[in-house]
C-alpha cells in the first residue's frame, strides 16, 4: 500500500538531514530499516498505536528546543560501583567515561565499526520483529540512523554495573543512539541508564538473552522538563532466562517508553515495570507488548504513574499467548494515582490467548489518595504534605519492587523522594 | 483540659444535625468515659475534636489545654496533644508501620519545636512498647494495619498512644473485637499512661473495659446530647437496664 502524500512529506523533511552511515558490518541492516522506513512511514496523530499521544514533536524535522537545567543533575546511581560510560548530546564521550573493560563483559561501540561484529545477528533484527504486528516506525528510524551506541557482551558475570550516562547541553541536540546487548547462557549483567540525553532523544535497546542468561535494567530518565524521548527495549528471552526492566521518569514534556518483549524459550522469566512522576506539562506513555511462544514462562508488567496539575498518563500494554504458549504466567497492573482533578490517564490493557492452559490476570485503576489514610496520617501528627508524600511512595512500591537489587530500590526511592520534597518547597 | 462547650455539628454534605449542643469537661488526670446507644454521636464527637473532614460546627467551642482547637488542622491538633484512638483504624499499604510512627513521632517533635528522636532511641523505644502490648516485630515491620486482626489493630492503636505521649486520649471502642486478655493489655497500656497531666475520654459500651480502666466520670450520650452525667455507678446502671429508662427519666 503506498503511503499518503502528508507521510512522504513528514518522513523526507525529518531524514533530510541525516547521512546512512556507510560500510562495515551494519551497513546492511541499517539499509533495510530505511527501506521499512520508508514503507512505514512515521507515526501521526491519527495512528491507532498513537491514539494517546501525539507524536509531532518526536518527529517533527526541526528540533525544538529545549532549555538545558540549570541546577546540577541530581545525582543517581553516583554511590554505586560501576562502570561509567558517558553519552553528552548523543555523543561518546571519552574523557568522562571510564576504560571500557570489565571482566565478564565486553563492550565495543556501534560507530567504531568493523567488518565483521557479534552485534550483525542482532542489530535490527529484534527491531524487524517488533515490528509485527505494530508498526514502530521510530524504532526503524534509529536502526537507520543510529550515530552510536554500546554493543555489549555479556559472557560471565561482571562484578559491577555497567552504568550508561546521558547527558544534555546543548539545547538543540538530537540524539539517536542504538545499543545491542547480548547475555551468554548462564551469564549476569545489571544495565543501568540514567540521564536527560537531548532535547530529542531516540533510544533503543536490543537485547538477547540465551537460556539461563539473567540481565537487570534499570534507568532513570533525567528531569529536564522540555526535553523529548522515545525509547525502545526489544528483548528476546531463551530458555530459563530472567530479563527484568525497570524505568522511573521524573518529568520530561514528552516521553515514549515502548517495551517489546518475546518469550522463545521456556521457563523463562520476564519482567517490564515502570513509575513515572508529572507536573504539569508533562506526558508519559507506556507501551508493552508481550508475545508467550513458549511454555510455562512468566510476564509481570507494572506500571505506576503519579500525575498532578494537568500532567497525562499513557499506558497501553498487550499480552499475546501463543497457540503452544502452555502454562503462561501473565501478570499486568497500570495504576495511576492523580493528584488533582486536572490530570490524566488513559490505558488500553490488551489480552490476547490462543493457549487454553494459561493465568493471565490485568487490571487498570485511577484514583485519588484515600481521604480516609490521609486523615489517619494527620491525626497521628503527619502533616498533609509528607502523609500525601508517604502515601504516593507506598503507591509505586510495587512497581520499585520490581528492581531486585535492594540498595538500587533505596536509590530509586530517594530520587522519589527528592522529587516530592521539591514539590513541596 | 479538654473543654467542649455547647459544641453543634451537622454533616457538610447534608442537612442533617448530628451534635445538638454538647458540653464536656475533663480534667487533667481524669478518666472520663462516654456511653450511649449507637447512632448517638460518640464517634462523630470524637472526629469532629480531631479535625475530621465532612462536618460542618454550627456552633460551640473545643479548647485543649485552653487553646481553640476547631480552627486547626488535623495534624496541629496532634501535636498540641490531642490522640484519637479510631474505633476503626484505617489500613495503608505500602506505608511501613514503623515508618508510620517514626514520622508522626518526629512530625509532632517538630511542630512543638523539640529535637528529633534518633532512629536508635525510637527502635529502642518502639520494641520496648511494643513488648508490653505483646505486639511482635513481625507486625511493626508490616504496613499500616494490613492483615491486622481487628485485636490486633486495637493495639496498634495503643501502641501508637504511648509513642506519642498525648495530652489528651479519646479512645473511641477502643475495647470491642478484644478478647479478654487482650482487652487487660489495652487497659494496662491506658492505666500505665494514666497521669496528672494528661486526660482520658473513653468512649465504650461495655462496663467491662470500665472494670480495668476505672473511670473518674460517666457520661450518657444520646441523640447527639449528654443526657446525663455520674460516677462509674452510671455504666453499672445503665449495664443493668439499658437505655431506655434514662431517655425517659430525661424526657
Ligand atoms: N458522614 C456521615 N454521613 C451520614 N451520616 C453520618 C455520617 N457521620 C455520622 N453520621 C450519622 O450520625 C449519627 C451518629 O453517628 P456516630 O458514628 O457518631 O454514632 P456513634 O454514637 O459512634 O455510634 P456507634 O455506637 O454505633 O459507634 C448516625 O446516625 C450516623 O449515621
Ligand atoms: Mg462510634
Redesign the pocket.
Known sequence: MALPQPKIDALEARIAGLTLPEGGWSEAARKDALSRLTAMGLPHARDEYWKFTRPAKLVEAEVTPATVLDEDEMPIFDAFDRLKIVFVDGVFDAEASDDLSLEGVSIDRLAESQDIHWAKDIYGVLETRGQDPVERSLAALNTAFATDGLLIHVHGKPSKPISVIYRHESETSDAVLHHVVKVDAGAEATILENGPAAARFNNVMEVEIADTGKLHHVRAQGRDHERRAATHVFARLGKESVFKTFTLTVNGVLTRNECVLEFTGDDAVGHVAGACLGDGDFHHDDTVFITHDAVNCESRQVFKKVLRNGAVGVFQGKILVKPDAQQTDGYQISQSLLLDDDSQFLAKPELEIYADDVACSHGSTSGAIDEDSLFYLRARGVPRGMAEDLMTIAFIAEAVLEVEDEALQEEINARVEAWLARRRD | MLEIKNLQVK?E??D?Q??KGVDLTVEAGKVHAIM????????????VLSGRD??EVTDGTATLAGEDILDMEPEERAAAGLFLAF?YPVEIPGVGNMTFMRTAVNSQRKARGQEEMSSTDFLKLVREKAKELKIDADMLKRPVNVGFSGGEKKRNEILQMAMLEPKMCIL??TDSGLDVDAMRLVADGVNALRDEGRGFLV?T?YQRLLDHIQPDVVHI?SN?RIIKTGGPELALEVEKNGYEHLKEEVA
Not at chain 2, 450511649?36 to 472526629?47: D, V
Open positions: 454533616l454534605e447534608e442533617k448530628i451534635l450511649g446507644p449507637n447512632g448517638s454521636g460518640k464517634s462523630t464527637l470524637s472526629y465532612g462536618y474505633q473511641d471502642e468512649i459500651h450520650m447527639g
